[in-house]
């Protein structure tokens, strides 16, 4: 076998053994349409289960993509693959821990209207600098961004 010959069957073989990484997927956020959702070791069903996920809005990050699969990272970091029809482009929030203010609006000094506690799921209405409004199961407001997994530093919608 030729030189050239060797370096196409090992370009080939990385290929096939490495998932391909998009260069142009910028990382999003997505949540789980399912109260069951599985995270795979690669993409495709023929790769063993990672983990399962028993909570329906979960947020993930969307880090790349390959064909109908999305490489994501979970908000303890860790990174498998979901097809894509078991994910949402709804945006939800995920309290990161303690119990945080819910604020009537997005200054720290606004009327207090609620708290929520470590774990609590919320739809993304709107975030600004500081503060992202969110509906939570009950109640809606004000929440400091720091306070949240599901919305990358800087983004504002």
Not at 32 to 38: D, E, S, V, W
Not at 41 to 66: C, D, T
Not at 117 to 137: D, N, S, W, Y
Request: charged share 25%.
């Amino acid at each position: 076998m030729t030189r050239s010959g060797l370096v196409f069957v090992y370009l080939a073989f990385l290929t096939c053994t490495w998932p391909a990484r998009s260069a142009d997927v910028q990382p999003y956020f997505v949540s789980m349409k399912n109260g069951k959702t599985f995270m795979r070791e690669g993409p495709g069903e023929n790769f063993p289960v990672k983990w399962v996920y028993h909570r329906k809005g979960l947020p993930v990050e969307v880090i790349a993509s390959f064909e109908s699969w999305r490489r994501v990272r979970d908000m303890d970091g860790e990174i498998g693959w979901m097809h894509m029809v078991v994910l949402s482009r709804d945006r939800v929030a995920v309290v990161k821990q303690g119990i945080v203010e819910v604020r009537a609006r997005a200054q720290t000094d606004s009327k207090l209207v609620a708290t929520a506690t470590a774990g609590a799921l919320g739809r993304l209405k709107h975030c600004g600098a500081a503060a992202c409004e969110v509906q939570f199961e009950g109640a809606g407001g004000w929440v400091a961004r720091t306070q949240l997994w599901g919305v990358h530093d800087g983004e504002r919608f």
